[in-house]
């Protein structure tokens, strides 16, 4: 099992930017596959992005492409998640989640056996 700790949410305006980040601890950060997920109050924890072991493969979900970027540091054992031109529709709790390493991607909730605890990130003006 590996510890998630996610930070760097907050208030941002609309179209403004944020960086969060995740991370790792109490297994081999470099053997799990990464995601960010997101849920908003009274909808379902849906995908944001997922990036592989080594870093070398990223998939986003449609609402996001073009504005967020994943990426990961194995050596620091964090994931981080670059959130550009937010919309207010982008609040949610957002959160960090890993699995072992496997050659299918996955974007369910239920894929991932480990979760942090989410951070808050809230869009408005």
């Known amino acids: 099992q590996v510890q998630l700790v996610e930070s760097g949410g907050g208030l941002v305006q609309p179209g403004g930017s944020l960086r969060l980040s995740c991370a790792a601890s109490g297994d081999s950060f470099s053997s799990y596959t990464m995601a960010w997920f997101r849920q908003a109050p009274g909808k379902e924890r849906e995908f944001v992005a997922t990036?592989?072991?080594?870093?070398?493969?990223?998939y986003y979900a449609v609402s996001v492409k073009g504005r967020f970027t994943i990426s990961r540091d194995n050596a620091e054992n964090m994931v981080t998640l670059q959130m550009n031109s937010l919309k207010p529709e982008d609040t949610a709790i957002y959160y960090c989640?890993?699995?072992?390493?496997?050659?299918?991607?996955?974007?369910?909730?239920?894929?991932?056996?480990?979760w942090g605890r989410g951070t808050q990130v809230t869009v408005s003006s």
């Open positions: 990036i592989s072991r080594s870093g070398g493969s990223i």
């Open positions: 989640a890993a699995r072992p390493f496997a050659y299918t991607i996955y974007m369910s909730p239920s894929d991932f056996g480990s």
